[in-house]
């Protein structure tokens, strides 16, 4: 069975523009979390979707923004850009099993 | 606001060393994860532990979660130069708490030949 994926790996930004990022979770999985990962912050919730419908969210700014499609596949947005937006993006799909999740690579983000 | 305590933040062992990794919260968990993540990669998941006081064994690691499941650790037996890495654990709020996983700050694990 196929991990989870994220696309793209890598990506650079410079302040103020906006970002879309794509993962596609393990098939059967409905459940798709996001992560933000940094040196000084750890990895921190941003929000989760199952079933089209964000059911919890982290406290992020309303810049973060996601969406889950009918194939369970997600995306999320990160409009108006900051230096501090720069991290490593993960996402974790889920069964609902004893709360597994099971991470993507990640997608590098740097913003200039 | 659950919080997640992991210590210590770094281990720097000689190869056939064994050690030990805590997690600690004043929260209860429903379920609580280890994971392993090299740089520039994703967290691959070790293992779950549901139960209080459960031990579970994956080859030289061994999982405990506390009987109150607000606390955990991960011992590791003669450590190899392999077992290098982030270790991460993550506890599950169960309830309402969907798809969220708090995680501790990370044990960064190396393991010199």
């Known amino acids: 069975k196929a991990g989870v994926t994220q696309t793209p790996r890598y990506l650079i930004k410079t302040r103020g523009q906006q970002v879309t990022l794509s993962c596609s979770p393990i098939?059967?999985?409905?459940?798709v979390s996001w992560y933000q990962q940094t040196p000084g912050q750890g990895l921190q919730f941003l929000f989760e979707y199952f079933s089209e419908t964000q059911r919890n969210k982290g406290n992020f700014p309303g810049r973060f923004s996601g969406r889950q499609f009918s194939n369970s596949r997600s995306e999320m947005n990160v409009s108006t850009l900051e230096l501090g937006d720069s991290a490593l993006y993960l996402c974790?799909?889920?069964?609902?099993?004893?709360?597994?999740?099971?991470f993507g690579p990640g997608t590098r983000l740097t913003v200039l | 606001t659950q919080l997640l305590e992991q210590s210590p933040q770094f281990l720097s062992i000689q190869e056939g060393e064994n050690l030990t990794v805590y997690c600690n919260s004043s929260s209860v968990f429903s379920s609580l994860q280890w994971y392993r993540q090299e740089p520039g990669e994703g967290p691959v998941l070790l293992v779950t532990v549901v139960t209080g006081g459960e031990v579970k064994k994956l080859k030289r690691l061994t999982f405990q979660f506390g009987d109150a499941r607000k606390d955990s650790s991960l011992h590791i037996t003669a450590a190899q130069p392999g077992d290098t890495g982030l270790y991460l654990c993550a506890g599950a709020g169960g309830g309402t708490s969907y798809g969220k996983l708090t995680f501790g700050q990370g044990t960064i694990l190396t393991v010199h030949p």
């Open positions: 974790a799909s889920s069964s609902g099993y004893n709360d597994e999740q099971f």
């Open positions: 098939s059967g999985h409905r459940s």
